[in-house]
Each structure stands twice: as C-alpha cells, then as structure tokens.
C-alpha cells in the first residue's frame, strides 16, 4: 500500500515537473498558442502548478500546450499494454516506391539523429531471376519474440496488445536482444544520444522511450502513445502511397489513413504473409506481395542521393560491380 | 607437518621461490601492470564516449571482448576438469601439474568474466542482472554458471593448498611478516591429524565430482548463449559439446605452454619431465582429433545442407576474400598441428609438444573469432549500409589494448601466485622412481573410500 502511495506520489511529481517544463518551454518560445487544438479541454479549468521560481501558480488549463512525448501512463501500465487491442501493421508492397516519406516522419517523432533507423527500406531480390522489389521494415512485434526471450533483466518485454517494448530504464545494454533478432530490427546508443533540451528530462517510459540513453538498445515500438490518442503511427500518416496499414487484430480492422478495411479480408484478397514465417516467431508485421505494382522499382532509386544509392547498387547496377 | 625425504627435498628446492621477489618478477610485474594501466585507459574511454570507441556496432554486436571472454572462460572450465580427472583417477604422474591447472582455472575465472562485462553498455545497472533476473535468458543462466563455478573453483584451489599452507607455516621461511601471518589464516591451524586429514581428502573428492560436470554444464551454458539464437553458424545442437570440447582442448594447450614457462624460469626440470609434456600430448592429440571431429561434423553438415542463410556464413569462411585464410590457419594450427606433432615420434619432444601447442592456442582464439564475427556479419536481411564500420568489423585499439590487458592480468596472477605457492605442489608428491609398487595414496583414502 504504501509502495503504491510512494508511487503515485513519485508519479505526481513527475507529472509536476513534467508540466513546469512544458510552461517553461512554451514561455521560452514566447507564445502560448496551443498548437494542438484537438486536445484542449472543452471546459477550462485552473490547474495548480510549480513556476521556475517554485511558486505554486494557478493556470487556465487552456493555455496550457500539450507536451509531446510525455507518458500517459506508469512505467506498470506501460507493461500490461492497451486493453482490448491485438495491434497489427499490413505492409503492402505493391504500393512502395521507396519514397522514404516513412523513415523521415519516424526518425523525426522519435528524435533519432538521421543515420539511426528504426524503419528502414530495404531493396530485397530473393533469386537470381526474381524481380528486386522494396521492403519497408519497422519491428515486427512478433508474438514468439526471440529478443524477448533471452533478456537478462526483462528490459524488454512483450505486452497484452501484442507490442514488444524497451524499458531503457532497466535494459543494461547486453545486446543480447540485437543478436538474437533474426530482423537486426534493434539498434544500440552508442555515443551519448542527442535529445532536445525541452526532452531531456522528460520522466522515461517504454512507451516512448525519449529521452534515449547511451549504451541501451532501442527500436520501433508502433508509438503507443499515439495510439493512446487514436493516432496512427507517424510511418503510416506519412506514406504518400498508403503502404502502411495499422489497426487492431481483435476488431479486424486496419486503416492506412485513408481507406479503412478488414484486416482478414485484405490478407485473404491479397495473399499476405509474414516474412520468414519458418523461423517460428510469428511477426505481427504481414506483407502484401509485390504484384501488380503501382510503380516500377527504379522509380525507388533514381532520386536518390549518392549516399543512399550506394546501399541498392549491388542489385539495381549489378553490371557496375 | 610431516614431510618424507623426497617432499622435504622438493620443498628446500623450491623455498627461494616464495622467498623472494627477483628482479624478473619486478620487471615482469611492473610490465604487466603497464599494459593493465593501458588497458583502463581504453575503458575509462569506452565508458566516458561510450560503446562507440569500439568496432563494434549494430550488426556485429560483440567482438573481441565476447572471443576473449569465450576463450579465457574455456581455459577454466579445461583447468578444472583436468585437475577434476587427474585428482579423482589418482594419476601417479598428475601430482605435479595439478597446481598449475587448479590455478590457471581460478586466475581465468577472474579474467574471462570481465571481458563479457566490457559488452555490457550500462555498467552502472550491472545489479540489475541480480534484482531483476528473467531466468528464460541464457544470459541469466550464464551468470549463475559462471558465479557458481567460481566459488567453486576457489574453493576446489584452496583445499588442494591447505596442506601446503600449513608446510609453509612450519618451515620457518625467511619471509615478511603479514606473509606469514597469511599462510597461518589460510593454513586454519592444519597439522596433519587423523580426522583431518579425513575430512580434507572427503572435501576435495566431492568438490572434484562436483567439479567436473559443473564445468561441463557451464561450458554448454556459455554455448547456449549462442546457439540458443536463431542465427546460421550458432544454432546447432552440437554447439554445448562443441564448447566444451574447445575449452578443453585449448586449455589443455595453455597447461603445456605454463608447464614449459615454469620449469624453464623455476627450473623445475626434475619434477615436470618429459613424461608430463609428452602424456598431455596424448591428450592434446585426442582433443584435438576430437574436436576436429566436430568442426568437421560442422561445417560440412552446413555445406551440405546449403540453406540460403547457412551457406552465407560458410561461404564467407571459406573464401579466400573473407575469413578463408584464417579458417585454414585456425583448423591446420589449431588441429592437425598439434595432431601431428605428437603422433610422429621424431618430433615428440618437449620443446616441439609445447610450441604446437601455443599455435594452437592462437589458432583456437582465432577459430573462436571465427565462430563469432562472421555469423553477426551475415544477418537474415541484407544490411544495405554504406558505413563500412557497420557493415564490417574491425576491432580498434581500445579493444586491443584492452585485450592484452585481460592477457597482461593472466600472467600478472601467474606470476604473483608463483610467489606465494609453490608451483610443484610440495605435500603428496612422490618420487617417480618408487612408483612401481602401486602404494600411491596413503592409507587414511583407503578408509574414506570403504563403505562405513
């Protein structure tokens, strides 16, 4: 009993903190428009809060700005997962033409520095003579996680709504998990991360892991607290070609923003699969199969920058090898 | 305690060694503290920039501290069931060399497990692994292992030593004083009574049965650390005797290598002869058929099989290009060498037996880098990276430096405990020319072993 008061009172403060730093960033900027109208209150209301100065101050909850990436709920919550929910991604192949909308929005919500990719596009050729086709991959939240398995200290952990999640609280930066993902879905700190000042002390929670920590292991984890919010992952919202379906299992229902289907229907229709289904880790991820592609494959790699063009010569300029 | 003529004369031998400090060992003492020094430079680098000063990186996970780990944690678990069999089987011949494997399997206890926790980003939540243990993780499995192993090991050490102790209590040696005050401690007032001497040789007997399927089970465990994962050139279920065989087989080499450093530099040329180089042999000969046995068994299975993923990994072994020449160098040094050296009877000699085995030793540190890196260097999805550091490892010099300091740490055990031990072991050693009657044990083993 008395842990739990501990708790909530460690929660209270942290919410405190949390909300003062948010006054404070938003006075910084020197406006105090929402920009995020959607989630003001209906109804204002004074909200007690800790100024700089430590004195207590009384606030139109509407002038308040919603502080982005702050933890809806404990580091307990953040566990157990979303009630009711068995979330699912479709990645429809047929769709992508590597326009890298994707891996920008992700790496721009999450803060990661612009190498450090939880969504890559690879260009995948599975024979000789087969057509190479591009491949969006984020986690795969499989439901017999081999990452799960073998951490050491339970840092990483697999919840009721079917996401596998970091706690980089506690992970103490093994590595175990990246070797044992059979995807190399995991990437690992290591330098001191950078993490905007406003982020920096943000309380910690698995569900958004901001801010990241040098010498833990971190990696896509469909943005629950987006979800929370009945926001699609930011990957989805971004495709320009609708790749990305995300929905829940349990109502059988995916969306890519702008179509909403059933999610049985659109495996059945389209023939999905999970990819490396033999290796027995039953991914949350399906895949569409690249047929009747909207565009042709080079359309992926003509634009490219030097830099990224190099990654897909070996299959696009095979000759030049 | 009571010492024959012969334990006498191999003590008076041996006495100026835990007598005195030369200038060697200060030379060799203060050489190898140089590079420790060197070696927490890297580390305080890795812990204040971070795992980045290493090559390791998200592809190749761990490199050269988890090879180093892998091989040091081996030469321990190869020390213990040497001393294990030898101990348990009574071998007449054993008595002299058992210190030397007892001691390389506790300074290699100490060593090895730093090195896994060098792969450990956060040394500051290192308690984590004990306050919030998941048992699934072979991980978890591991640090139990190694902790229980150990203390056993420890343990296994000083029973053997407690005898000696009370010798070199008694001997009245021309020593500091906190020194002599220790050997009384570590001594715990021994003097070779009937019910202790009982107690003692029961103690050893069961810690020595303990001993060697404990190695057995740790050294699998720290297989299981890779061949528990889904990744080609890991997952095998001949990974647990593979490893255990390994560190065997290595570890029986590095035995060879300390014997030969050690009659060398102590002169001790009358107690481990020619007859201990040349029955090691033997048994390094057998390992290391064995343990070709296995790789072959191995690879070939892989390249037989030629699944996509498999084949990737001994594709890249075996091109000259990639890791091809390391391969030949690590199973023509590591295993026909040794194999040939010993089984041809011209170069059966004490000098030759001891330089295969030391390529051999490199050449199983090499085959254990070899079972590492190329596996993490070939991942299900193609890596498409343009950093080559990712895409290729290649350790940089704080791993090196660091490297030898586990190395420089090794021998600066060695060489301080060869100060504070006799490295012959002085009380149960018998003259080797009155072996032939077969009374080698005294009589108060007999009456442990009848049934009461």
Same mark, same amino acid.
């Given at each position: 009993?008395?842990?739990?008061?501990?708790?909530?009172?460690?929660?209270?403060?942290?919410?405190?903190? &949390?909300?003062?730093?948010?006054?404070?960033?938003?006075?910084?900027?020197?406006?105090? &428009?929402?920009?995020?109208?959607?989630?003001?209150? @209906?109804?204002?209301?004074?909200?007690?809060?800790?100024?700089?100065?430590?004195?207590?101050?009384?606030?139109?909850?509407?002038?308040?700005?919603?502080?982005?990436?702050? @933890?809806?709920?404990?580091?307990?919550?953040?566990?157990?997962?979303?009630?009711?929910?068995?979330?699912?991604?479709?990645?429809?192949?047929?769709?992508?033409?590597?326009?890298?909308?994707?891996?920008? @929005?992700?790496?721009?919500?999450?803060?990661?520095?612009?190498?450090?990719?939880?969504?890559?596009?690879?260009?995948?050729?599975?024979?000789?003579?087969?057509?190479?086709?591009?491949?969006?991959?984020?986690?795969?939240?499989?439901?017999?996680?081999?990452?799960?398995?073998?951490?050491?200290?339970?840092?990483?952990?697999?919840?009721?709504?079917?996401?596998?999640?970091?706690?980089?609280?506690?992970?103490?930066?093994?590595?175990?998990?990246?070797?044992?993902?059979?995807?190399?879905?995991?990437?690992?700190?290591?330098?001191?991360?950078?993490?905007?000042?406003?982020?920096?002390?943000?309380?910690?929670?698995?569900?958004?892991?901001?801010?990241?920590?040098?010498?833990?292991?971190? =990696?896509?984890?469909?943005?629950?607290?987006?979800?929370?919010?009945?926001?699609?992952?930011?990957?989805?919202?971004?495709?320009?070609?609708?790749?990305?379906?995300?929905?829940?299992?349990?109502?059988?229902?995916?969306?890519?923003?702008?179509?909403?289907?059933?999610?049985?229907?659109?495996?059945?229709?389209?023939?999905?699969?999970?990819?490396?289904?033999?290796?027995?880790?039953?991914?949350?991820?399906?895949?569409?199969?690249? =047929?009747?592609?909207?565009?042709?494959?080079?359309?992926?790699?003509?634009?490219?920058?030097?830099?990224? =063009?190099?990654?897909?010569?070996?299959?696009?300029?095979?000759? =030049?090898? | 305690?009571?010492?024959?003529?012969?334990?006498?004369?191999?003590?008076?031998?041996?006495?100026?060694?835990?007598?005195?400090?030369?200038? +060697?060992?200060?030379?060799?003492?203060?050489?190898?503290?140089?590079?420790?020094?060197?070696?927490?430079?890297?580390?305080?680098?890795?812990?204040?920039?971070? !795992?980045?000063?290493?090559?390791?990186?998200? %592809?190749?996970?761990?490199?050269?501290?988890?090879?180093?780990?892998?091989?040091?944690?081996?030469?321990?678990?190869?020390?213990?069931?040497?001393?294990?069999?030898?101990?348990?089987?009574?071998?007449?011949?054993?008595?002299?060399?058992?210190?030397? *494997?007892?001691?390389?399997?506790?300074?290699?206890?100490?060593?090895?497990?730093?090195?896994?926790?060098?792969?450990?980003?956060?040394?500051?939540?290192? !308690?984590?692994?004990?306050?919030?243990?998941?048992?699934?993780?072979?991980?978890?499995?591991?640090?139990?292992?190694?902790?229980?192993?150990?203390?056993?090991?420890? +343990?296994?050490?000083?029973? *053997?030593?407690?005898?000696?102790?009370?010798?070199?209590?008694?001997?009245?040696?021309?020593?500091?004083?906190?020194?002599?005050?220790?050997?009384?401690?570590?001594?715990?007032?021994?003097?070779?009574?009937?019910?202790?001497?009982?107690?003692?040789?029961?103690?050893? %007997?069961?810690?020595?049965?303990?001993?060697?399927?404990?190695?057995?089970?740790?050294?699998?465990?720290?297989?299981?650390?890779?061949? /528990?994962? +889904?990744?080609?050139?890991?997952?095998?279920?001949?990974?647990?005797?593979?490893?255990?065989?390994?560190?065997?087989?290595?570890?029986?080499?590095?035995?060879?290598?300390?014997?030969?450093?050690?009659?060398?530099?102590?002169?001790?040329?009358?107690?481990?002869?020619?007859?201990?180089?040349?029955?090691?042999?033997?048994?390094?000969?057998?390992?290391? *058929?064995?343990?070709?046995?296995?790789?072959?068994?191995?690879?070939?299975?892989?390249?037989?099989?030629? *699944?996509?993923?498999?084949?990737?990994?001994?594709?890249?072994?075996?091109?000259?290009?990639?890791?091809?020449?390391?391969? +030949?160098?690590?199973?023509?040094?590591?295993?026909?060498?040794?194999?040939?050296?010993?089984?041809?009877?011209?170069?059966?000699?004490?000098?030759?037996?001891?330089?295969?085995?030391?390529?051999?030793? /490199?050449?199983?540190?090499?085959?254990?880098?070899?079972?590492?890196?190329?596996?993490?260097?070939?991942?299900?999805?193609? /890596?498409?990276?343009?950093?080559?550091?990712?895409?290729?490892?290649?350790?940089?010099?704080?791993?090196?430096?660091?490297?030898?300091?586990?190395?420089?740490?090794?021998?600066?055990?060695?060489?301080?405990?060869?100060?504070?031990?006799?490295?012959?072991?002085?009380?149960?050693?018998?003259?080797? !020319?009155?072996? !032939? %009657?077969?009374?080698?044990?005294?009589?108060?083993? %007999?009456?442990?072993?009848?049934?009461?």
């Amino acid at each position: 009993m008395k842990e739990q008061e501990d708790m909530n009172d460690h929660g209270r403060r942290n919410f405190l903190r &949390n909300v003062a730093i948010a006054t404070v960033a938003t006075a910084a900027c020197g406006s105090l &428009n929402c920009s995020c109208s959607s989630k003001k209150p @209906a109804v204002s209301e004074k909200i007690k809060l800790l100024s700089p100065d430590g004195e207590i101050v009384e606030i139109d909850s509407a002038y308040l700005n919603h502080q982005e990436h702050m @933890a809806i709920v404990s580091k307990l919550e953040a566990r157990e997962g979303i009630a009711g929910k068995k979330f699912v991604m479709v990645v429809d192949l047929a769709r992508c033409k590597n326009a890298r909308k994707c891996i920008t @929005a992700c790496q721009k919500w999450h803060y990661r520095p612009e190498e450090t990719e939880w969504l890559t596009v690879k260009l995948l050729k599975d024979s000789e003579k087969a057509a190479p086709y591009w491949f969006p991959k984020q986690c795969f939240h499989c439901d017999n996680p081999p990452c799960v398995k073998v951490c050491p200290v339970d840092a990483t952990f697999k919840r009721n709504d079917g996401l596998v999640l970091i706690d980089n609280e506690r992970c103490i930066g093994c590595k175990f998990c990246m070797a044992a993902c059979p995807y190399s879905t995991r990437v690992f700190n290591w330098s001191e991360p950078e993490v905007p000042f406003d982020l920096r002390n943000l309380a910690s929670n698995p569900e958004t892991n901001i801010p990241a920590r040098v010498g833990t292991v971190e =990696k896509c984890d469909f943005c629950p607290d987006r979800a929370r919010e009945g926001l699609l992952p930011p990957c989805v919202e971004a495709c320009p070609n609708g790749v990305f379906y995300f929905g829940d299992e349990n109502e059988d229902t995916v969306t890519n923003g702008e179509e909403t289907v059933s999610f049985t229907q659109l495996i059945k229709d389209r023939a999905g699969y999970r990819f490396l289904e033999e290796l027995g880790t039953k991914p949350r991820v399906y895949y569409l199969p690249p =047929k009747d592609r909207q565009f042709p494959v080079e359309r992926g790699y003509e634009n490219l920058p030097d830099n990224l =063009k190099d990654r897909f010569k070996d299959i696009m300029e095979p000759e =030049k090898k | 305690m009571e010492l024959n003529s012969y334990q006498q004369q191999a003590f008076d031998y041996q006495r100026p060694e835990i007598e005195k400090f030369g200038k +060697l060992n200060w030379f060799f003492t203060i050489f190898f503290l140089c590079w420790i020094a060197a070696g927490g430079y890297a580390l305080y680098l890795q812990i204040a920039k971070g !795992h980045g000063v290493t090559g390791m990186r998200d %592809n190749v996970v761990w490199g050269l501290f988890i090879v180093n780990f892998i091989f040091f944690i081996g030469l321990s678990y190869a020390g213990a069931i040497i001393a294990g069999v030898l101990h348990l089987l009574k071998v007449p011949w054993g008595k002299p060399i058992v210190r030397l *494997a007892q001691m390389m399997t506790v300074i290699s206890v100490v060593v090895g497990p730093v090195f896994i926790l060098l792969c450990v980003g956060r040394f500051d939540r290192l !308690h984590h692994l004990f306050i919030y243990p998941r048992i699934q993780s072979p991980m978890t499995w591991d640090v139990m292992a190694v902790v229980t192993f150990f203390a056993g090991s420890v +343990l296994f050490l000083y029973l *053997a030593l407690i005898k000696d102790l009370a010798v070199y209590r008694d001997a009245k040696l021309n020593i500091p004083k906190w020194k002599q005050w220790l050997y009384k401690f570590l001594a715990i007032g021994y003097r070779g009574a009937a019910s202790q001497k009982r107690h003692l040789i029961i103690s050893q %007997n069961l810690l020595a049965i303990i001993m060697i399927p404990l190695s057995i089970i740790v050294a699998s465990i720290l297989s299981w650390i890779f061949g /528990m994962t +889904l990744r080609p050139g890991w997952h095998s279920t001949i990974f647990g005797p593979y490893f255990v065989l390994g560190a065997l087989y290595s570890g029986c080499g590095v035995l060879i290598v300390a014997m030969w450093v050690y009659r060398r530099m102590y002169k001790l040329d009358n107690y481990i002869t020619k007859k201990h180089f040349v029955n090691l042999g033997y048994v390094m000969m057998m390992l290391a *058929a064995g343990y070709g046995y296995f790789t072959f068994s191995e690879y070939f299975t892989g390249w037989f099989g030629s *699944a996509k993923w498999e084949s990737e990994v001994i594709n890249k072994l075996f091109s000259p290009g990639e890791y091809g020449w390391w391969t +030949l160098f690590a199973n023509a040094a590591g295993i026909l060498l040794p194999i040939l050296i010993v089984a041809i009877p011209a170069t059966r000699k004490v000098s030759l037996i001891t330089i295969a085995a030391f390529i051999m030793v /490199m050449a199983l540190w090499v085959k254990r880098y070899l079972i590492i890196i190329p596996t993490l260097e070939s991942p299900a999805l193609p /890596m498409q990276d343009t950093r080559m550091e990712y895409v290729k490892y290649s350790a940089t010099w704080p791993e090196w430096t660091l490297t030898f300091a586990g190395v420089a740490t090794f021998l600066l055990f060695f060489t301080l405990m060869a100060k504070f031990v006799t490295i012959v072991p002085i009380t149960g050693l018998e003259d080797p !020319h009155l072996q !032939h %009657n077969n009374h080698h044990e005294p009589v108060a083993v %007999n009456e442990v072993t009848q049934p009461a």
